[in-house]
């Protein structure tokens, strides 16, 4: 069987619905559906989910959930489109559900579940509610009953629908995963019936090696691990949810990236293993937003435990750095921009209890990761991506090959981010 979900730009109005439907249609494998709730038609549109929450906070403040007029203008119209009757009653239940205060959680999951509602009698399938299937610790976790409950509802040899984005908790609240979290739902359908692929279809043909917006257009990677796109991830790319990637990993399904618009395209599959030989790099991302944390203490190595209190003050402050690089006498960090709050209070605080020679707070970092397993192996990638930035003359202020031995990371000003980003996707991007 396989698993396929389709995201919000899949599931935006009836002309894409149509296009799903042929998907669908074209392989008798494709079972068990997974959908998002409409995205955006185009760039000034909005998406279902956004006006969902505005419905709860309008009724947060006092007021009637206004905004609902939208939700029903939008599967009316796609029901008309498809030709399907209308899911009058369950929108009337929907808004009262919103105006008697049931929660965000339950307005927002609500887009998908109208979905699923809608789309089962178009493609025939049976509808199966998320929240009697997937139930989540009080902590948020999977339980492991969502796989065999889930399983046990797959019985003939029909299709089935279920939504996205959500399960219930302990108490058997509705409650969302966070934002894109239908790739999750689609992930646990995966695992339950232990599916031979789990097609996430989207509106790219798979995984760009770049950020579009930055970089003019970057090619799809055609595979990369489950730990490699965990680190592109940790580096800023948002294609496909980060936890996702948990419940198919330890059971080996494959992840395949595809693009409704354009299914005869392959598409990006994620893997357990791959030849990295290959293709050495699988993705240039990045972030901006980073503040550097620099101290320095000749003869550091002398002072035990040094390196735990700077972290210990650090935390102290709630600051909890995402990368580190190491001289003799020096450490660096790199914080989210975010977690510093009052600079002159900490730096007074570590120069009183550390006792530095210098202890220094820069603005302005920006942080670019070449990934992908062949990084460290393959000669030369380093030296073309710093050969590409000195020509651009974009100074390397922090060079770390990570944890991982996955991700060369490379800390810049943020003013050259954009620039440098481009730099290094075409100096790495087909090694
Ligand atoms: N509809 C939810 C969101 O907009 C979940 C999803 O699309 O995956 O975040």
């Known amino acids: 069987m396989i698993v396929c979900k389709f995201g919000g730009s899949s599931v935006a109005d009836a002309s894409q619905i149509f296009k799903v439907r042929e998907i669908l249609m074209s392989d008798s494998r494709r079972r068990l559906i997974v959908v998002s709730a409409p995205g955006k038609r185009n760039n000034s549109d909005e998406k279902i989910t956004d006006i969902l929450y505005r419905c709860h906070d309008e009724v947060a403040e006092g007021n009637k959930a206004g905004s609902f007029k939208i939700i029903r203008a939008r599967y009316t119209e796609i029901c008309n489109t498809l030709g399907i009757d209308s899911i009058s009653t369950i929108l009337d239940e929907v808004e009262s559900g919103i105006e008697e205060g049931r929660g965000p959680d339950y307005a927002a999951s609500r887009g998908e579940y109208l979905a699923a509602k809608m789309l089962s009698g178009f493609f025939g399938a049976e509808f199966i509610d998320a929240a009697e299937v997937i139930r989540l610790t009080s902590d948020g976790r999977i339980e492991e009953s969502s796989y065999t409950g889930l399983k046990d509802r797959i019985k003939g040899d029909g299709l089935y629908i279920l939504p996205g984005f959500y399960g219930s908790d302990p108490d058997g609240n509705i409650k969302t995963f966070s934002r894109g979290g239908s790739d999750i739902t689609g992930a646990i359908a995966a695992r339950a019936v232990n599916a031979e692929v789990y097609e996430n279809w989207t509106d790219v043909s798979g995984l760009l090696m770049a950020d579009p917006r930055i970089v003019r257009n970057p ?57 990295y030989k290959k293709k050495a790099v699988v993705g240039v991302s990045g972030k901006t937003s980073y503040t550097n944390i620099f ?95 000195s020509k651009e003359n974009i100074n390397i202020r922090f060079i770390s090959f990570g944890g991982s031995e996955l991700t060369l990371l490379l800390g810049i000003d943020a003013a050259f981010y954009r620039d440098a980003l481009t730099a290094i996707y075409k100096s790495v991007g087909n090694v």
């Open 295 to 389: 101290i320095e203490k000749l003869m550091l190595n002398r002072y035990p435990g040094f390196r735990e209190r700077f972290l210990e003050l650090l935390g102290k402050a709630g600051i909890v750095p995402e990368f580190e690089s190491r001289g003799f006498d020096s450490i660096s960090f790199l914080v989210s921009d975010k977690q510093i709050n009052s600079p002159d209070t900490l730096l007074r605080e570590i120069a009183d209890q550390l006792k530095p020679d210098l202890l220094e707070i820069r603005e302005s970092f920006a942080v670019i990761g070449i990934v992908g397993s062949g990084v460290i192996d393959k000669t030369g990638i380093a030296a073309a991506a710093f050969s590409a930035l």
């Open 219 to 275: 090619v799809a990677v055609p595979e990369l691990t489950y730990k490699e796109i965990r680190e592109l991830a940790s580096i800023g790319a948002n294609v496909f949810h980060e936890e996702a990637v948990t419940p198919v990993k330890d059971h080996n399904i494959p992840i395949n990236i595809r693009n409704t618009n354009d299914p005869d395209a392959p598409g990006t599959f994620i893997v357990a293993d791959r030849d």
